[in-house]
T-cell receptor
Framework: DAKTTQPNSMESNEEEPVHLPCNHS???????IHWYRQLPSQGPEYVIH???SNVNNRMASLAIAEDRKSSTLILHRATLRDAAVYYC???????????FGGGTRLMVKP | GAVVSQHPSRVICKSGTSVKIECRSL??????MFWYRQFPKQSLMLMAT?????????EQGVEKDKFLINHASLTLSTLTVTSAHPEDSSFYIC???????????FGPGTRLTVL
């Protein structure tokens, strides 16, 4: 499976935008870019996914580089409840399991 | 969205006993469910893929005789940790996909502590 690289941790101030980067230089043409997040002592939850075009949903936006070798998850206005570990994952088949890397621990300061 | 539940949420047991963890898809059917294990301050590690009506597929290094998986119906998969030891203490999480969609739905996890 193609790997992803994320910073170990990031800090943000409450109510400010947050940009979480992910590098995936070995991504294949059929890999979708998925983002999940895990709040403390909970199972992960889906955030967003995309293939080539930028994507928006009620939780976040996903900006995908033109060469697809990197992407950025954007939280438009961070809240304290957004403090979690964010995982960027590549997946080439909807039936496949998710392979989790280290993720980015996001800390949100009031 | 679809909901996956796990039971129990927390279990403490003595070394040598067996523990069963249930994973249920509450409002959808899942022919495939996944079991993960997560140690403190680490990422999730896939243990096995649970297939309804057939044998589970285990990841390398996961003992199939120690971690028994049964997926007897389209809404229930169980993971039994047999002869549990303190090193099996971990956070166990299951997931399932609904209707072939891209999103995986995760259970809330089961924290196992083996004394």
């Amino acid at each position: 499976d193609a790997k992803t690289t994320q910073p170990n941790s990031m800090e943000s101030n409450e109510e400010e935008p947050v940009h979480l980067p992910c590098n995936h230089s070995t991504i294949s043409g059929t890999d979708y870019i998925h983002w999940y997040r895990q709040l403390p002592s909970q199972g992960p939850e889906y955030v967003i996914h995309g293939l080539t075009s930028n994507v928006n949903n009620r939780m976040a936006s996903l900006a995908i580089a033109e060469d697809r070798k990197s992407s950025t998850l954007i939280l438009h206005r961070a809240t304290l409840r957004d403090a979690a570990v964010y995982y960027c994952i590549l997946r080439n088949n909807a039936g496949n399991m998710l392979t989790f890397g280290g993720g980015t621990r996001l800390m949100v300061k009031p | 969205g679809a909901v996956v539940s796990q039971h129990p949420s927390r279990v403490i047991c003595k070394s040598g006993t067996s523990v069963k963890i249930e994973c249920r898809s509450l409002d959808f059917q899942a022919t495939t469910m996944f079991w993960y294990r997560q140690f403190p301050k680490q990422s999730l590690m896939l243990m096995a893929t649970s297939n309804e009506g057939s044998k589970a597929t285990y990841e390398q290094g996961v003992e199939k005789d120690k971690f028994l998986i049964n997926h007897a119906s389209l809404t229930l998969s169980t993971l039994t940790v047999t002869s549990a030891h303190p090193e099996d203490s971990s956070f166990y999480i299951c997931s399932a996909g609904a209707g072939g969609g891209e999103e995986q739905f995760f259970g809330p996890g089961t924290r196992l502590t083996v004394l």
